[in-house]
């Protein structure tokens, strides 16, 4: 039962870690100007997520 849940946590956090990664990529591709749509198809983010990340960033 602790392996499984070890296991839980560990796949977990992995996925939490990729999805910061994207979030934090994505955010360097609007800084440099590329568009919403060429940053959602190459990092897996939905264009609303990149529309929310470029409506908060500080340039």
Known sequence: MR???RGEGRAEG???GRAEAAQEL???LLKA???VEFISE???LSK???I???NNIEY
Do not use: D, P, Y
Request: no cysteine; proline share 0%.
């Open 14 to 16: 992995r996925a939490e």
């Open 3 to 5: 392996l499984r849940a």
């Open 33 to 35: 100007g590329f568009s």
């Open 26 to 28: 994505a955010r360097n």
């Open 52 to 54: 929310n990340l470029k």
């Open 48 to 50: 609303e997520e990149v």
């Open 42 to 44: 190459n990092t897996g």
